[in-house]
């Protein structure tokens, strides 16, 4: 059989369902594969950044997400004794918070939406096979059937293990980190209504409110240790959380089979080309990152962002080539390595836990807490409406070498700091 399309996306992932909707809302057909029948029960990415929404909001889809996800605005710190926060409504503007919403609902409200078009076209239960002949081979096994796609162009969206990256040969440098993490998400109490990270001795626990009165967790432990903390029971795992956080009690503790923990083992690794020829790659099929930051699933929705107004704006004006996919590689390739860095350095700040590593994370949290401008930085580059390096007077005040700077920036000075439409479109101008 075959099949005739504008654009194929291999991939119903969040960044497929991004783009597919963008695209079915500018009138192109596109055709989105995913291998999956059903929702997954893996856990995956929930944490929505602040250009997400930005990016939803265009998209029609942002108070459905709102009305299914939670929304808190600061992350409070607890080293030890010491306690921090950092606040997204340092930011100026609509977009001042994040939202925590179950990754398979986020999934459903992208593809209900997208199918309310008539040109976007979704089969489930195909999965992509490779390239033949400038065509997609998919295979549905359900149905026995071949399918053999023609499109003008392809995407891969696929994830970590892409076969579109792989025809394109675009290679990918791997970075690996000394630490897994445990994941689960269980009933929460009220008053935990924001995001908490609690760093006590070698220990690390990150909790983010859901909806329904949940909460996601993740704890780290050591590469290796995992068959040791599944020998030690379910107990020995509630009793980890409640030595860092005791207002757990009788929430945890409601947990009582393993096989609701799901290990994460943590990697990165970026491409070095996301275009070739008619063949591009958006999210974890072209970069992946450190959990830390929760940048990965924001990273997808900001590809998917940038290749959907570009072939909008090429099926609209009919200037349709695919040498005009460099463009996208131009916005996204550099932008996706300075998140890679900033979650490699989230990653590295907790993957050390001797007393010289913990002193310097405790200052650089407390310095950025009294540094306004500091602060403002760290909030830019984390939320995607922005990115501000960091200078060495910045790295001098972090280390508390200089005096935190007591004067903020203004509602203004902060907005030249935001990528503008000229930045996330360049082809435009
Ligand atoms: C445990 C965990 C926690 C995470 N936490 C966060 C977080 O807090 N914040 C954050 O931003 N990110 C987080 N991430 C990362 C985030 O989930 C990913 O970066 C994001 O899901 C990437 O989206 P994607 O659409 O590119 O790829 P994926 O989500 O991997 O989607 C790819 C899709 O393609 C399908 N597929 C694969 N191969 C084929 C094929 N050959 N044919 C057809 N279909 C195929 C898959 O079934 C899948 O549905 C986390 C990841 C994990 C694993």
Redesign the pocket.
């Known amino acids: 059989m075959s099949s005739n399309t504008e654009v194929a996306v ?7 369902l991004t783009l597919g909707l963008k695209l079915a809302r500018s009138k192109i057909d596109v055709l989105v ?4 029948e059903a929702p ?1 029960s ?6 929505l ?1 602040p250009k997400s929404m930005q990016i939803f909001e265009r998209l029609d889809v942002l108070n459905e997400i709102r009305g299914n996800g939670f929304s808190f605005s600061r992350i409070g710190f607890e080293e030890g004794e010491n306690e921090f926060s950092m606040d997204y409504s340092i930011l100026p503007g609509d977009y001042d918070y994040a939202v925590m919403i179950e ?1 398979e609902k986020l999934k459903g409200i992208l593809l209900k939406q997208a199918l309310q078009y008539p040109n976007f076209q979704y089969l489930s239960g ?4 490779g390239y033949c002949d400038g065509r997609l081979i998919v295979e549905r096994k359900e149905l026995n059937e071949r399918l053999s796609v023609k499109a003008d162009f392809y995407v891969g ?7 579109t990256r792989k025809e394109m040969n675009s290679k990918i440098k791997k970075i690996e980190y000394n630490h897994h ?1 445990l ?1 689960v998400t269980f009933p929460r109490p009220q008053s935990l209504d924001e995001g908490k990270i609690i760093s006590k001795d070698k220990r690390f626990l990150g909790l ?1 409110p859901l909806p329904e009165s949940k909460v996601r967790s ?1 704890y780290l432990i050591p590469e290796g240790t995992y068959k040791e903390y599944l020998a030690k029971g379910i107990d020995h795992f509630h009793q980890n959380y409640l030595e860092l956080f005791p207002e757990l009690e009788g929430f945890v503790t409601r947990l009582n089979d393993w096989k609701d923990i ?1 290990l ?1 083992i943590p990697t990165a690794f970026y491409a070095d080309k996301y275009v070739n020829g008619r063949l591009a790659i ?4 072209a970069h ?2 450190h ?1 830390m930051a ?7 929705i900001q590809d998917a962002d940038v290749l959907g107004e570009l072939f909008a704006g090429m099926y609209a004006t009919g200037r349709i080539s695919s040498s005009r996919l460099k463009w996208y590689e131009k916005v996204r390739k550099l932008r996706a390595q300075k998140m890679i860095s900033l979650s490699h350095l989230s990653a590295l700040a907790y993957s050390y836990s001797n007393r010289f590593i913990t002193g310097i994370r405790r200052k650089g949290l407390k310095q950025i807490e009294r540094d306004k401008k500091l602060q403002f930085k760290q909030m830019l580059n984390v939320s995607g409406l922005g990115y501000w390096s960091e200078s060495v007077l910045d790295r001098f005040v972090q280390a508390g070498l200089l005096p935190a700077r007591k004067r903020g920036l203004s509602t203004d000075a902060k907005r030249n700091y935001f990528y503008t439409e000229k930045d996330d479109y360049p082809w435009k101008c």
Request: charged share 20%; proline share 2%.
């Open positions: 291999v991939g119903g992932g969040i960044g497929g594969i995913e291998k999956l997954s893996i856990y995956k990415g929930e944490l950044q990754h195909a999965i992509g096979k969206a696929e994830g970590r293990n892409s076969i993490f994941t983010f993740v799901q994460m958006l999210g974890d099929a992946t990152v959990p929760g940048e990965g699933m924001n990273m997808a």
